[in-house]
């Protein structure tokens, strides 16, 4: 069965790779392509059933409030979410027939680096992130590997496991990189680089490595299609796309 | 609550690393260290509650059965178990007080690598593996590799996943690697390695890789610590540390 | 002092990266961008010192024809160039007031690794190449592989060194990768990756590894812009960016 | 033909490896293993043609004249050489038949890793070390990583580059790692681990990697045996190994 699915934001370099992986996807027929000006009416004309909102945070909930309200999923990769925000949307969703889902990372990469790190956390008694970036990257370390680094901390948290052994007494200033909560982050900065995310893990004679490598700007699609193909079955607002992965 | 554990094939390398590692774990407390010669009885005399076994094919069904009659979990890294031999210590724990983890593989980083491929893999077009030895070893590629590629074939075809992108037209013969199910798998040997093992996932834009590296021989002291934690709660038989770390 | 650059081909996708690498030197000027029906002449009329050509090998030979005629250093990327081809540039440019430099690839990382791995072959036992390309590849190696593994064959036989250690005696179908002039080479094929060659050398107790990643199509760049930079000092036909580099 | 060599602080961790390494080597013959109680005058008698010297800085300054005085060549990887211990063993080089390897690292891949870092520097944009140890090691970032970086750095300078790309202007402390230099160097520490160095350059579109893994602490022996085939024509005092590779 072929799901209707509308882009918002389709002139946009992210929401024209959409519309080429919904066009390439079997399963998908892409029924409104939106850009800034357009009328979200088309959504409903058209029998769109899912949406997928690569806007601004300027557009964007007045965008979700719309489709929520004519019963069209939604799946969001636009940034600026609080959580005032959020729990807007969650109100929306209450007794309403679309679901949202909203992701601060599809790249599916990235998002299973993520999970295997909580996963293997507790089984090693060091664990270090180190990310790599091209240069014009504002911010050091990367949300996405701080993230990873707290996810690491709270399962030796959970799972009773004290400080990670370092013998070090004489250091130059950075080398030891960023302690995020307990975790040491670094952050490389490299020309050609796009984004790239190294976890190690390293426990008596071995060690486990669980690196992500994204090559382009379109590495979000295969996540976007997950998400437009599963948010009919999760109820009400999802946060991260990890929870449509079962795993 | 300090356990009491007994390691048969005590005098062995192997043996050796774990007398060692049951002696640095605060939880644990070594009361018998046996080998060849010595009486089984002395297990039962000192109270042993678990016992890990690596001897070799000749005796360990002797010990298991030993060992099960008189009430002691066994946490086994013995190599040589076919079905049968897997039947008959399975009847043996049938309506004893004893347990029995069997494993081929003690390397917690090579067991999470299986698992998180078995994991990925329905998330990605395309999956390899290409694993790193000693040029010493007489096999190609490794068991863990087919085994891992094994578990990637099967989570694909759970996932209703065709045949791998693979355009080739020319080729040099064995360039592309064993083909296991469906599955490239390439064996590098090398001086100076040890044993290393990587699993490649690529997706639009994106590859994420699972590597695992073991250093020296005793990388399977921390699993079958775990095994030794473990082994009474999951009653009878299991084959497989990955059953016992809840991911 | 600026050097005055002419590009040919200037509208396909490599000529365009080429002219916007020009546009971007401060020591580079940009005199004439030329595509298929462009008139030559305008080479001359403009000053142009040297070309870049990226064309076809339908038409590469009449370009270097007239430029070398008209004193005007070429750096060549075009394919095709077989031993006749490269006897009659030779012959041109000889008591020619122009230099030819025609390279099969111009990544300047994918150089070194080949040059680094000739350097290193004969301080250590193993050597193997991994290439890692997206899966609509035809050729399996690549010709960058093949060509890296023949300078380490002859940095082995050179150096005395004999066939490299490998007791396998068990091995699936094409496990050990092809044997190109007895260093084994394995080619992956992974959706979303571009160009990866990774070399790898073994000896006791440690390995060296050489990687090279091209993340996207215009990682010549910056060996053409060297190329241009150079091609002056450098008399006669030049066949390898390898011989600009002074390593 | 064959070399005869000795071994001093023969039964030392260290010195064990060389015995073993001499042992295996067709062309060399061991002719003494010393240790701290044996009389040098062995060497002579047994005809020592070169000596190792894997000793203390107590008595490695004894040794040296002593061989020096006696015409047997000498490679030395006992620490603690400042510029005066430098200059007494220069001076007792000057008229004698005896020439001295001095190096601080004899494992080949690291001595290859900084020579051919210091060769790739001038053609990329960006520039980092980032390297792994055991959890026990003292000082982060390791003399071979901040070695390595000042080697880059060098060459940066002398191919007139400036400093290396970096946007960054939101960072947590220790994220960029430490600055050697203009060079950033990111110590990882890891439980399992051994020495690992991993040397990353960016350009356009691509990225080199040179990275140098040491398994166990063997790995300086083929360094150590290139040393003592080698000495023989280094006249004088050499400070480094590399100098002994014709790269």
């Not at 999970?115 to 990310?131: I, M, T």
């Not at 071995?206 to 590495?219: A, V």
Request: glycine share 10%; charged share 20%.
């Amino acid at each position: 069965m072929v799901q209707k699915v509308g882009v918002l934001g389709a002139k946009g370099r992210v929401g024209q790779a959409i519309v080429e992986g919904v066009h390439a996807a079997d399963d998908l027929e892409l029924v409104a392509a939106l850009d800034r000006e357009d009328d979200l009416q088309t959504l409903v004309d058209q029998g769109a059933e899912v949406i997928v909102d690569f806007t601004t945070p300027g557009s964007v909930m007045d965008n979700l409030e719309f489709c929520i309200q004519n019963g069209i999923h939604c799946v969001v990769g636009t940034t600026g979410f609080d959580q005032g925000r959020l729990d807007q949307v969650r109100q929306w969703c209450e007794g309403a027939d679309a679901n949202v889902l909203i992701a601060p990372n599809f790249a599916i990469s990235a998002v299973l680096t993520m999970s295997f790190a909580r996963q293997a956390a507790r089984f090693f008694d060091s664990a270090e992130v180190v990310e790599y970036h091209h240069p014009n990257k504002l911010d050091a370390p990367s949300g996405t590997a701080i993230h990873t680094a707290e996810g690491i901390a709270q399962a030796r948290r959970e799972a009773g496991m004290g400080a990670q052994p370092d013998a070090t007494e004489q250091s130059l200033d950075g080398a030891r990189g960023a302690d995020v909560d307990g975790v040491a982050v670094h952050a490389v900065r490299m020309t050609g680089m796009v984004a790239h995310e190294e976890v190690i893990f390293g426990s008596q004679g071995q060690s486990l490595t669980i690196r992500q490598d994204s090559y382009d700007r379109t590495s979000f699609v295969p996540g976007v299609l997950i998400g437009v193909r599963e948010v009919a079955k999760h109820d009400g607002l999802t946060v991260g796309l990890e929870h449509f992965l079962d795993i």
